[in-house]
């Protein structure tokens, strides 16, 4: 008798996003939540390895 009302999705944007290289690991993070437009030593935190610019949809923020 009752329902749920549905909850809205945010809307997704294609971010600019720093993305892992190593192929075992999915770390990854917004391009905007970085100091430096190219940082010279940006590593995964999570295994140390490269990161390279990249591409998601995200909800906006």
């Not at 939540?33 to 949809?57: A, H, I, N």
Request: proline residues 8%.
């Amino acid at each position: 008798m009752y329902r749920k009302k549905e909850k809205q999705r945010p809307s997704e944007t294609e971010t600019d996003v720093w993305i892992c290289t190593h192929a075992a690991c999915n770390g990854w993070m917004r391009a905007e939540f970085t100091f430096d437009e190219k940082p010279e030593e940006l590593d995964c935190p999570l295994c140390g390895s490269p990161m390279e610019r990249g591409v998601k949809m995200l909800p906006q923020m």
